[in-house]
């Protein structure tokens, strides 16, 4: 693939409604995303959490499965320094819950008659990035919407996110969120 081509089948999930929103309370901002996927209960809950499927489309690739408490590191690409990671609550098919480095991430899995939701909530502290992170995460989504289509698809992360609208992504959140005093640089 070259660097201004992108897999179409991603892109189309980009346009994919989710529901998003900040949230307040005394001394933490977490940012919460919300969407539906084909995917039954326990085919989610694999791709949460075990590394071999997180390396596809997650920029959380732990050094173990991510299916019971205890200490884990993880990384973005290979070549990076392991971050320290945790799993904090493991109730399979239903809730995960782990710190990534500072930041804790809870992710719920409901079955519905109309296929089957997963609940992102991942914790700011501040919250001046979030829309940084909501248009991050709103791609990784996307790329987890067409795993088990049958074909192989690019793990958006990094640089390659310009090239399927993140700063756009970007701007809609700050919008949305209100957030992101600062500005929007791509990261190449």
Do not use: N
């Not at 919460?32 to 209960?41: A, D, G, S």
């Not at 392991?82 to 079955?111: N, Q």
Request: aromatic share 6%.
């Amino acid at each position: 693939m070259t660097e201004a081509s992108r897999d179409e089948s991603v892109a189309a999930q980009i346009r994919f409604p989710l529901e998003i929103r900040l949230e307040h309370d005394e001394s933490d901002w977490t940012l919460v995303m919300r969407r539906r996927f084909p995917h039954t209960p326990a085919r989610l809950w694999q791709m949460i959490t075990e590394p071999e499927l997180l390396a596809r489309w997650s920029p959380v690739v732990p050094d173990r499965p991510l299916d019971s408490p205890g200490p884990a590191t993880c990384r973005e690409k290979p070549e990076d320094e392991p971050l320290d990671a945790e799993v904090l609550i493991a109730d399979r098919p239903r809730k995960l819950v782990h710190r990534w480095d500072a930041e804790i991430l809870s992710w719920t899995i409901t079955s519905g008659d109309d296929g089957t939701t997963l609940e992102l909530r991942q914790s700011l502290g501040d919250h001046p990035r979030a829309s940084q992170y909501a248009a991050g995460w709103h791609l990784c989504l996307a790329r987890l919407a067409v795993e088990d289509d049958g074909f192989d698809h690019e793990r958006v992360v990094g640089g390659r996110a310009w090239a399927y609208g993140c700063g756009d992504l970007i701007e809609r959140y700050r919008d949305v969120l209100g957030s992101d005093a600062d500005d929007v640089h791509p990261q190449r």
